[in-house]
């Protein structure tokens, strides 16, 4: 029985790796460059609650893009804190920045959406990038993002930020962010095949056209969702549209969280809902994680080392990989198998949270929403 188990490990994890040397290999990098003969004009949205300590570098670095046709608005979305005075300061230097000051949350929608569905109500721009206040950008990253979009004649291009990480818990945590989409779902499928079961995006970055947003209903189509990033990245695909994973190494930049308890929090409010509430799904996931991540790892500690050999092997090699081209930690190699247990507690915590009916974030009540089927992925 165990050889047998020994062997469907194996064989799972060699597929993966397959994947992962596929997308490293072949995936769509930010860092390329194509040249740009046309500039439709570009708004930069960012929705901002609490972000005293980080909206400055976002707006500094939007603010010196070296795109020639483009907006930056800025959403302060009813902050407690210095927000609104510090972007006032910025506006000092950078006069082109907007400051659009956010009406009340009405019932039935998440605050994220709320500040976006705002945000496109000011924007005129024929391209939309929907931008985070914890991720900055090098000057180049407008012009790349645009010309991705208009090589590949695309309406909706999603960017995965350099994952900046400083103390433990990042480095254990957050790299399985781009683990998760970088070895279970080959990135040119989301592309070429229109099943909104390949989906994948990060709202830490994601640029879409005025006249597809408009016409799927932007935000308020999606005011319940807490996964808000990959419910607009199936709606896109729900009606035909291509989709764009590309790597954005080098070029945008973001740190999520900053100490354990944003990490934990900030995750829980996210895990179970990646599965859309589906308790079989969120099972499967979990046993998923600790076969081929953790299993291999637990048999050697009790002993059984030959049959688990190849399995840790791969295992590492995959993160080595990953490590080299997206710039992870060295911790988040070697810490592996205790990353995917932290993983999984905050899953489970996430499935309790919304058990309980006790999920929030920043301040707010954060619904339950509606069930869709297809399992996807997303940047949290």
């Given amino acids: 029985m165990l050889e047998i188990i020994v062997i469907t490990i194996n064989v799972a994890l060699a597929l993966i790796l397959g994947i992962t040397i596929f997308n490293v290999a072949t995936g769509p990098r930010l860092n390329k460059a194509f040249d740009v003969k046309s500039f439709p004009k570009v708004s930069v949205l960012i929705p901002a609650r609490n972000e005293e300590t980080r909206i400055s570098a976002c707006l500094e670095s939007l603010a010196q893009q070296d795109y020639p046709n483009y907006e930056i608005i800025v959403l302060d979305d009813q902050s407690s804190d210095r927000t609104q005075e510090i972007i006032l300061e910025i506006r000092r230097s950078?006069?082109?920045?907007?400051?659009v000051i956010g009406k009340s949350l009405?019932?039935?929608?998440?605050?994220?959406?709320?500040?976006?569905?705002?945000?496109?109500?000011?924007?005129?721009?024929?391209?939309?990038?929907?931008?985070d206040a914890d991720t900055w950008s090098s000057p180049t990253a407008i012009k790349k993002t645009v010309?991705?979009?208009?090589?590949?004649?695309?309406?909706?291009?999603?960017?995965f930020p350099q994952q900046i990480t400083k103390t433990l818990s990042e480095k254990l945590v957050i790299p399985l962010i781009e683990m998760m989409v970088y070895t279970y779902l080959p990135i040119w499928f989301v592309y070429y095949f229109r099943s909104t079961a390949l989906a994948a995006a990060n709202g830490q970055w994601i640029a879409i056209k005025q006249d597809v947003y408009r016409r799927l209903g932007g935000h308020a189509a999606l005011k319940q969702e807490i996964v808000e990033d990959v419910a607009l990245c199936r709606l896109v695909k729900t009606h035909g549209g291509r989709v764009l994973?590309?790597?954005?190494?080098?070029?945008?930049?973001?740190?999520?969280?900053?100490?354990?308890?944003?990490?934990?929090?900030g995750f829980s409010k996210n895990a179970y809902a990646l599965t859309e509430h589906n308790v079989i799904l969120f099972t499967f996931v979990v046993l998923l994680l600790l076969s081929l991540h953790v299993f291999p790892f637990a048999l050697i500690l009790m002993g059984v080392t030959t049959p688990m050999v190849i399995a840790i092997a791969i295992n590492l090699f995959i993160?080595?990989?990953?490590?080299?081209?997206?710039?992870?930690?060295?911790?988040?190699?070697?810490?592996?198998?205790?990353?995917?247990?932290?993983?999984?507690?905050?899953?489970?915590?996430s499935f309790m949270w919304f058990k309980r009916g006790r999920v929030q974030w920043k301040g707010r009540i954060i619904e339950r929403t509606k069930k869709i089927p297809e399992m996807y992925i997303s940047g949290m």
């Fill in 106 to 131: 009405p019932t039935g929608w998440t605050g994220k959406n709320w500040a976006c569905h705002q945000l496109s109500n000011y924007a005129t721009g024929d391209i939309f990038i929907f931008t």
């Fill in 245 to 265: 994973i590309i790597s954005g190494t080098s070029e945008v930049f973001c740190r999520m969280y900053d100490s354990w308890k944003s990490v934990w929090e």
């Fill in 147 to 159: 010309s991705w979009m208009l090589t590949y004649k695309i309406g909706f291009a999603t960017v």
């Fill in 94 to 99: 950078w006069p082109h920045i907007r400051l």
């Fill in 319 to 349: 993160r080595i990989i990953l490590a080299i081209q997206y710039r992870h930690s060295a911790i988040s190699v070697m810490g592996h198998p205790i990353g995917i247990l932290v993983l999984i507690a905050i899953g489970i915590n």
